[in-house]
């Protein structure tokens, strides 16, 4: 087939291969590249798509025809320290700390409230009322196998809390 005759699709097909097959070949100017360390950030997002695809084309080719400052510029892009990498801003380590020291210190204070206003513990929490218990189940006979009534036991039976300051709890203790 004649070159003439080929369909029209196709030449503007072939057209945009050449195209983005040359685009690479071009340097980027020296301007739009200076400083782009310092003007990153302040670049609108399709400016900063426009340079980066224009980059990326030219990283296509051959590094070795590619200018100083558009490795430069395309290591600094790739890897520099914007966006998610972006150095933290001064001050915000101690401000962390002390947002995380004030939020502890609050808490202390809300469990020293409820604790100066809370209800005194029951009579049943105290050793001399557990050692009472433990013998009432030896009386009682409870659990005689494996249990405090058991034959050799030596655990600590009902007993869990430290000893009470004062004298024993009667039955009729509120």
């Known amino acids: 087939m004649h070159p003439s005759q080929r ?4 030449c503007i097909a072939k057209s945009r291969q050449q195209q983005k097959r040359h685009a690479g070949l071009h340097a980027i100017s020296n301007p739009t590249l200076a400083d782009i360390e310092k003007r990153w950030e302040a670049m609108p997002p399709q400016e900063q798509a426009n340079l980066w695809m224009a980059l990326r084309d030219r990283m296509k080719t051959d590094w070795h025809d590619m200018t100083w400052q558009e490795k430069k510029a395309s290591y600094w892009i790739a890897f520099g320290p914007h966006g998610p990498r972006a150095l933290d801003p ?4 101690k401000q962390i700390i002390l947002s995380v020291l004030g939020a502890c210190a609050l808490a202390g204070v809300i469990f020293a409230v409820l604790r100066l206003f809370a209800r005194p513990p029951p009579k049943t929490m105290n050793e001399q009322y557990q050692k009472m218990s433990n013998e009432y189940l030896k009386a009682q006979k409870t659990e005689p196998i494996t249990g405090v009534s058991s034959e050799g036991y030596v655990g600590k039976g009902m007993i869990q809390s430290k000893p009470r300051r004062g004298p024993p709890p009667k039955d009729d203790d509120e």
């Open 7 to 10: 369909p029209a699709a196709t």
């Open 90 to 93: 001064p001050g915000e380590t």
